[in-house]
């Protein structure tokens, strides 16, 4: 009888925190490390690109991650946020829920929960600037877009479209580029 | 028999297996040709939540490239099923594995409190400084089926066959892992390893560098400190050195508890990888450790009331050196070479024991054609005893002696099927100063049938062979009746030459899945037979030099007997902040003694070990900086000891701002004031139990 009072308070208190914590977890994760992967990548290319000196006014500018619509990276970008720095520059993450409250930002990643028509628009807006457009979505690269992330083998990769960088004025380094697969615009086609 | 290992030839036995080694260092290292292929992943760990992501974050970009998106739990890195890398899905055995994750978020302050959360393990806290710790039954102090090592270096006393989990110990935020397999691993491991090995695997100095400071305390855990520094240079030389403190304070005793204890502790590491390719390493390590501890005690006396409570000061200090050179061929193939000395120092009013131990061992492992991989190794053991007991209570005769033990393995992992039937047999053969030969072989089988499933069965003979109080010791125990015998005598255990090892024969059978994305679950279930299991005997009665009469009881092997049982294990991912697992562990034991014996010795044994155990933890990351850690277990009653079943929680919550610092409450064993674990046993002459108190410590981890 006391066994079963004290299973009682001792399941009591746990329990009355199933409810919350169930309801916190409505993405599709499960034991997925995707986006973490995906967040320090985001930190990484910013390390190894090189932006015109003009996007930045002084020292103190902060470097600029932008994210587009509803953002799956959540707390692990603002912990590199938090906690990296670009070259002495601090990190600031700014979240547009859509393209119309765009503000000037280095990297915008564009997650694959925005809609097809947003991407290619987002692409043709932002041709000429200087941002590294990050995607996920296939078929990012050839329309346009610099970085596109892919798995592979239960691994994150990514791949590089050099010319939408050359627009940008972004100058990728050599060893970004050789983990890369390159990919040219529109013509689809891919090489090593 | 006894002599050969006293012999200048079994000195040469030792150091011929160090030269073999020596020579296979001359053997090329293909591994020039190419650099390592292998990727540095992060360690695969199911349910590392925040903490494994915080790692990620700090990856660069070529090993971003190779972390896995998926996780399943079935590939998490196991050594000690097969002496060599493979993973728990791979791994025809009842495996459970600790990360450094799980041990620093249960909250435990000691590596038998870390083993509670492990299925088909019995942990009883007899009092503050000890331990009953056992796998599938036959749990008492002196529990002798389970073989611990840490980081290779056997920890299982020889003295009374046994670990004393007072002394073994290592700096927690030092555990890589701690590999617990259930059931027989006499073929890799030898003698002892019955019904289970735990391997307490520590970091490579690589992995521990810069500054850590620990501190904190509270109502049971009184002081809590440690510190470790590591560094390393650009030669592949890498090094950490450790100090450790603690003190605790009793249980609970209505008597008047008097089992507090406080031990310092202060060790290395050193790793050299002499070459880019990871040809040769080598490791030294060793650490030093003195401490005392209290322990009440109710002895025998020879003249009325002829039993009395003792509170004493146990005083213990230790020390070991370990060396290791590992040489790699291949991916495939190496062999490692190791020797460890190690010095065991404890003194109590019953007994002053030194105890000394020069072990040399060998391994290589190398494919042979396309189908087999072959493990084998030769070993040798030296163990010194130096005692000093009191000679009525406890004694041992001859008190100074050397055992020796030379051993022999071979195993083979036959592919029936390419990734998806594998077989494996081999044994390990050795030759003890006790009982002279001893075999214990095994065969084991696999089935992957894809990634997410794994079933695998075996049938293995282990053996426990005697003890040195097994041969030479004699306990005399406080007056009592005994049957047989029609007025109180004095029993006096008493130890016989003729006794011959146990044995087992186990079937075992289990099957694991990774079902879902966000479920994993585990099941093993086994049959054990014992024959020549230890109990004693009335002898003939005698009037000792004090008048009273003593009845001896010698040790012999006349009972025998079954236990059959089964663990499962759930883990549930909810969400990247939530994980929880649960488990249920079953065990029935029935022994049977010979007509002849006349010890009650099986409703100890029966009644002595929990039938059911149910456990349930809960990881959670309420946010970036927060973390809050539940425990929850169930452990039925041990009749014959007169121990309740009883239920209890421990609670974790830490505030981790950044990666440089973590304060952390933890309050332990909440649902009572006090319970008790472990209850009345013969081993009382020696520690008395206390019941174990609710209690609360923080604690603050800075690291730089």
């Not at chain 2, 010194?384 to 004694?395: E, I, S, T």
């Not at chain 2, 585990?522 to 003939?540: K, P």
Request: charged share 20%.
């Amino acid at each position: 009888m006391v066994i079963l009072f004290r299973a009682i308070l001792g399941l009591a208190l746990p329990c009355s925190m199933v409810p919350c914590a169930v309801a916190q977890s409505t993405d599709e994760s499960g034991l997925s490390r995707e986006y973490t992967i995906k967040a320090a990548y985001l930190h990484n290319f910013a390390r190894y690109v090189q932006w015109r000196a003009e996007t930045f006014r002084n020292d103190q500018d902060p470097f600029v991650i932008g994210v587009l619509g509803s953002d799956p990276l959540g707390d692990d970008l603002d912990r590199i946020a938090q906690t990296k720095q670009v070259d002495a520059h601090k990190i600031v993450v700014r979240r547009f829920p859509s393209l119309d409250q765009f503000r000037p930002c280095h990297i915008l990643f564009v997650p694959r929960s925005v809609e097809p028509q947003r991407q290619v628009e987002t692409i043709g807006r932002l041709r000429n600037s200087p941002v590294l457009l990050i995607g996920e979505t296939p078929g990012f690269a050839e329309r346009g877009g610099t970085i596109n992330f892919f798995i592979e083998q239960n691994k994150v990769r990514f791949e590089i479209n050099q010319q939408a960088a050359k627009r940008a004025g972004l100058k990728i380094s050599a060893k970004l580029l050789s983990l890369a697969k390159l990919v040219s615009e529109d013509d689809g086609s891919r090489e090593r | 028999m006894s002599r050969l290992f006293t012999t200048p030839t079994s000195r040469l036995v030792c150091w011929t297996v160090a030269g073999a080694g020596a020579l296979l260092f001359l053997a090329p290292c293909p591994a020039a040709a190419q650099p390592p292929s292998s990727a540095e992943t992060p360690a695969a760990e199911p349910g590392t939540g925040q903490a494994g992501q915080k790692g990620i974050l700090d990856l660069d970009v070529e090993q971003l490239s190779k972390v896995d998106v998926l996780v399943p739990s079935m590939d998490v890195e196991v050594t000690s099923v097969a002496k060599q890398e493979s993973t728990v899905g791979r791994s025809p055995a009842a495996v459970f594995v600790i990360t450094q994750e799980m041990v620093r978020r249960s909250g435990a302050t000691s590596i038998p409190e870390v083993l509670r959360m492990v299925p088909g393990l019995d942990v009883a806290r007899i009092n503050s400084n000890s331990w009953a710790v056992a796998s599938r039954g036959f749990n008492d102090l002196y529990a002798n089926k389970l073989l611990v090592l840490i980081d290779g270096r056997s920890v299982y006393t020889p003295l009374f066959s046994g670990v004393d989990w007072d002394t073994q110990d290592v700096l927690l935020e030092d555990i890589e892992r701690i590999e617990v397999v259930r059931g027989p691993g006499g073929t890799l491991w030898g003698a002892n390893a019955v019904n289970g090995v735990i391997n307490v695997i520590t970091k490579q100095a690589k992995d521990t560098q810069g500054l850590l400071v620990t501190s904190g305390g509270g109502s049971e855990d009184l002081t809590i400190s440690g510190v470790r520094y590591g560094g390393q240079n650009d030669q592949g030389l890498s090094w950490r050195a450790y100090g450790k403190h603690f003190e605790r304070g009793p249980g609970f005793d209505p008597a008047g508890a008097a089992d507090d204890w406080r031990v310092g502790r202060g060790g290395f590491r050193v790793d050299w990888e002499a070459d880019p390719w990871k040809c040769n390493t080598f490791t030294v390590q060793g650490d030093y450790y003195g401490g005392n501890e209290g322990k009440t005690r109710v002895q025998p006396i020879p003249t009325p009331p002829f039993s009395r409570r003792v509170v004493d000061d146990e005083d213990l200090a230790g020390a070991y050196v370990l060396t290791r050179w590992t040489h790699t061929f291949d991916e495939d193939s190496d062999w490692e070479l190791q020797a460890y000395f190690d010095q065991l120092y404890r003194a109590y009013d019953l007994l002053r024991e030194d105890l000394t131990t020069f072990d040399v061992e060998f391994q290589h492992r190398f494919p042979l054609g396309e189908r087999q991989q072959l493990i084998w190794g030769v070993g040798c053991r030296q163990n010194r005893f130096g005692l000093a007991p009191d000679g009525y209570v406890l004694d041992y005769i001859p008190p100074k002696q050397t055992k020796g033990l030379f051993s022999v393995f071979v195993q083979d992992e036959i592919k029936l099927i390419e990734d998806r039937l594998y077989f494996t047999v081999g044994s390990k053969f050795e030759q003890n100063d006790y009982t002279g030969f001893e075999y214990q072989p095994s065969g084991r089988l696999l089935w992957t049938p894809d990634r997410k499933h794994s079933a695998w069965g075996a049938i293995s003979r282990a053996v426990r062979t005697p003890s040195y109080f097994d041969f030479y010791g004699r306990m005399t125990l406080p007056r009592q009746t005994v049957t047989g015998v029609p007025f109180p005598v004095f029993p006096r255990l008493t130890g016989n030459p003729l006794f011959r090892s146990e044995d087992l024969l186990a079937y075992e059978i289990g099957y694991r899945t990774q079902a879902s994305k966000r479920f994993a679950w585990d099941l093993a279930t086994f049959l054990n037979v014992y024959e020549h299991v230890q109990t004693a005997s009335l002898g003939v009665p005698f009037i000792d030099p004090y008048g009273n009469v003593v009845a001896p009881f010698p040790i012999n092997n006349e009972i025998r007997g079954q236990t059959y049982g089964a663990e499962v294990v759930g883990y549930w991912t909810m969400s990247d902040t939530w994980q929880f697992s649960a488990s249920y562990t079953f065990l029935e034991i029935q022994m049977h003694r010979f007509p002849s014996s006349t010890y009650v010795q099986e409703e100890l044994i029966e009644g002595g070990s929990p039938h059911n155990q149910v456990c349930f933890r809960s990881s959670w990351d309420l946010s970036n900086d927060w973390e809050f850690d539940l425990g929850l277990r169930y452990v039925d009653s041990l009749p014959t000891l007169q121990v309740p079943d009883y239920i209890t929680m421990d609670i974790r919550l830490a505030w981790v701002p950044s990666e440089s610092f973590e304060l952390a409450i933890v309050a332990q064993n909440l649902l009572d004031t006090h319970h008790l674990e472990y209850g009345a046993h013969r081993y009382n002459i020696l520690a008395s139990n206390t019941e174990v108190q609710r209690g609360v410590f923080a604690k603050a981890t800075w690291r730089y």
